[in-house]
C-alpha cells in the first residue's frame, strides 16, 4: 500500500465521520450526544493527517525525488484497508437506531440504570411525561405508589412479546456509552391495539398495580393501561 | 507488515525503498477509485436491499464500536507520536526506578492519570516501548490505565449507587493484575517473543516525524480495531443474552461465565460498569469480575495486540492476563464484596 492510497483512505474516514456528526445527526444512532466534539476533533485529526499526506506527496511528485521526501516511513500492511468498512457500511447500509430486533431478543428484563434513585413526586391532574427508564424505575422501585393513579406519557417503539400472542410492549433502548452497550426496556401496553412493529409511538395511560406478593418487582415488565396512542415519527435520539 | 521488514528498517540507515519509491499512477490508487466507484454505485443500486433486520442491527453495533473507539484512538495515537518525536527518551529513566521490578508497579499505579479507554492505551504503550521504557512496565501501564482512570472509577460509582465497595474492589483488583502480569512478564517473558513496534525518529523537523508516527500507527492500529469490532458485533447479535440468565446462580461458572461475557462484547471501559449493573441476576464477585476482565482482555484488544506487538506475544499474554483477572476478582470479591 503506498502513501497516496493511506492517504486518501484517511481522507474516507475522516470525510465520513465529519458527515454524520456535523451536517446530519446519525451519529445519535451509534453514541451517546455527548461524543459530538470529540468525534468532530477526531474527524478533523484524522482528516488533516490525510491532507497532509496527500499534498506531501503531491509536492514530492512535482519534485521528483529530491529531498523533501527523506522521511522513513514504515511499511503499513494491507490491514489498513479494512478502515474503509466502516465507511463502506455508513454509506451502504446506512444503518438505523437499534430498534425491534435487538429489543425483542433480550426477553428477560433488564434494569434499568440508576433505579434506584429517588423520585420527585409527580404533579397531579396532569399527564406527566418521563422516559421509559423512570418509569420503571418508579414501578419496581420503593417509590411505586407516586404512579398509583397518575397518567404519564411514555414515547418508545412496538415490540411485539416472544412468548404470549396478545401481548405487546413499548421498547427503548437505553445506552450508556454506545449502540454497542445498549439495554432494551420494555413496559408491556394494555387495552390498546398493538401498531406495526417497530412503529414509534407516544402512549398515555396509567400504571397498573401487578397483584401483590405474586412475584419480585424486577423479573416482569410493568403494565401501562392505555388511555390513548399517538404514532410519531423516529425522535433525532432514538435512545435514552 | 513482517518482522524481518521491520527489524531490516530499524538496522539500515537509510532504508532500501529510498531508492525505489513506488511511482505515483501505480496500482493501489486505481483500486482506490474503484472503491470510491462502488460507493456512488452501492449506495444506488444496493442499499434498498441491505435491509435485513439482523444485518442492520448488526451494522449498527458495527458502526457504533468503531465510531466510539474514534475518538480514543485519535488521542492515544496522537499521544503516543508525541512521546515518540518530542520526550527524549532519557526522560523515562528519569521519571522511573531503575530497576525494572519497581518500574512496574510505579508504571501501573501511573495509569490513573492517563483518561481514556483500552483503545488508546495500546498506541501509547507502544509508543513508551519504543522509547526505552522496560516492557513489562510498559505492559502494566497498558492493562491499569484503561481500568484505573478516574472517569471509569466515577462512572462505576454512579452504576453502582449504594455500593462504593464495588469501585474499590475494581480499583484494586484492576491494578493488582496490572502489577503481577507485569512482573510474571519482566521474570518469564522472552524478548523474542514481544515484537516492538520501531519508530525511526526522522531526520527532518520534529513535526514531520511527528506526523509520520501518528499516521503509521492509525492506520495500523485502526486496522486492527475494526476486525475486532466486527467480531464483537457479531458476537453482541448472535449470541443471545437470554442463555446467560440460567448460570446467574452457579457459584464459580457465573464468574468465569460473566468474564467471557466481556471478552466478547468488548465495551468500552468508561461504560461497562452500567452493563454490569443491569446484570441483577449475578452476584457480585461477577460483576467484579466483568469489570476486571472487560478493559485488560477483549476481542478488540485481542485484535489490536496482535497488530501491534506480534501474534507470538498476545498468545502468550492475552491468557495470562485472561486467568490472573479471574483469580484476583474471585479473591477480591471474597474478601471486600
Not at chain 2, 284 to 313: E, H
Amino acid at each position: 500500500m503506498n502513501r497516496l492510497t493511506q492517504s486518501m483512505i484517511l481522507v474516507l474516514l475522516g470525510g465520513a465521520v465529519l458527515r454524520i456528526t456535523t451536517v446530519s445527526t446519525t451519529y445519535l444512532n451509534y453514541v451517546k450526544p455527548g461524543f459530538r466534539p470529540f468525534l468532530i476533533a477526531a474527524g478533523v485529526v484524522v482528516l488533516a493527517l490525510g491532507v497532509i499526506g496527500l499534498v506531501q506527496e503531491w509536492r514530492g511528485a512535482s519534485h521528483d525525488h529530491d529531498d523533501h521526501d527523506d522521511h522513513d516511513h514504515p511499511h503499513t500492511p494491507g490491514v489498513a484497508w479494512l478502515l474503509t468498512l466502516p465507511v463502506f457500511a455508513i454509506f451502504l447500509i446506512a444503518p438505523p437506531a437499534l430498534g425491534a430486533f435487538s429489543a425483542k431478543s433480550e426477553e428477560p428484563q433488564a434494569r434499568p440504570v440508576a433505579a434506584a434513585e429517588t423520585y420527585d413526586a409527580l404533579a397531579a391532574g396532569q399527564v406527566n411525561e418521563m422516559t421509559i427508564a423512570e418509569f420503571t424505575g418508579r414501578a419496581w422501585g420503593e417509590g411505586a405508589g407516586s404512579l398509583a393513579g397518575q397518567q404519564v406519557r411514555l414515547t418508545g417503539f412496538a415490540v411485539p412479546s416472544a412468548k404470549k400472542k396478545d401481548r405487546w410492549y413499548l421498547a427503548r433502548i437505553q445506552i450508556a456509552c454506545c449502540a454497542a452497550d445498549g439495554v432494551a426496556l420494555k413496559v408491556a401496553v394494555l387495552d390498546a391495539e398493538m401498531p406495526p412493529e417497530n412503529t414509534w409511538v407516544e402512549v398515555v395511560g396509567t400504571w397498573k398495580r401487578p397483584p401483590s406478593g405474586r412475584l419480585e418487582p424486577g423479573t416482569i415488565a410493568p403494565e401501562l393501561t392505555a388511555v390513548s396512542l399517538t404514532p410519531i415519527p423516529q425522535p433525532v435520539e432514538p435512545y435514552e | 507488515m513482517s518482522e524481518r521488514v521491520e527489524t531490516q528498517a530499524a538496522e539500515e540507515v537509510p532504508p532500501p525503498e529510498w531508492g525505489r519509491r513506488q511511482p505515483l499512477g501505480a496500482v493501489s490508487p486505481w483500486i482506490f477509485v474503484v472503491v470510491v466507484g462502488l460507493l456512488l454505485l452501492g449506495r444506488l443500486v444496493f442499499a434498498p436491499y441491505l435491509t435485513a433486520p439482523a444485518l442492520q442491527a448488526w451494522a449498527t453495533i458495527f458502526v457504533a464500536i468503531c465510531v466510539q473507539a474514534l475518538p480514543f484512538l485519535a488521542f492515544g495515537v496522537l499521544l503516543s507520536a508525541a512521546i515518540t518525536a518530542f520526550v527524549p527518551a532519557s526522560f523515562w529513566t528519569r521519571a522511573l526506578p531503575k530497576r525494572p521490578f519497581l518500574a512496574v508497579p510505579v508504571a501501573g499505579a501511573a495509569g490513573a492519570v492517563l483518561p481514556g479507554c483500552e483503545c488508546a492505551s495500546v498506541p501509547v504503550a507502544s509508543g513508551l516501548m519504543s522509547r526505552g521504557v522496560t516492557p513489562a512496565a510498559a505492559l502494566s501501564f497498558l492493562l491499569a490505565s484503561p481500568a484505573i482512570n478516574p472517569i471509569v472509577i466515577v462512572a462505576t460509582v454512579v452504576a453502582f449507587p449504594g455500593e462504593p465497595m464495588m469501585a474499590v474492589a475494581r480499583f484494586a483488583a484492576s491494578l493488582l493484575v496490572a502489577v503481577v502480569a507485569g512482573w510474571v512478564w519482566l521474570r518469564f517473558g522472552r524478548s523474542d517473543w514481544l515484537r516492538i513496534p520501531s519508530r525511526p525518529v526522522g531526520h527532518g523537523p520534529k513535526w514531520r516525524s511527528f506526523v509520520e508516527a501518528m499516521r503509521h500507527d492509525f492506520l495500523h492500529a485502526g486496522g486492527f480495531l475494526v476486525v475486532g469490532g466486527a467480531t464483537a458485533a457479531t458476537m453482541n447479535v448472535v449470541v443471545p443474552r437470554a442463555w446467560l440468565e440460567s448460570v446467574a446462580g452457579v457459584p464459580v461458572v457465573s464468574v468465569l461465565v460473566l468474564a467471557l461475557l466481556a471478552v466478547i462484547l468488548s465495551i468500552c471501559s468508561e461504560a461497562d460498569a452500567f452493563v454490569a449493573a443491569s446484570l441483577t441476576a449475578f452476584s457480585p464477585t461477577a460483576k467484579l469480575a466483568f469489570l476486571v476482565v472487560g478493559p485488560m482482555v477483549d476481542l478488540k484488544l485481542i485484535a489490536l495486540q496482535t497488530g501491534t506487538f506480534g501474534r507470538r506475544f498476545a498468545a502468550r499474554f492475552i491468557p495470562l492476563t485472561f486467568v490472573l483477572a479471574v483469580a484476583v476478582s474471585l479473591a477480591a470479591g471474597e474478601v471486600l464484596l
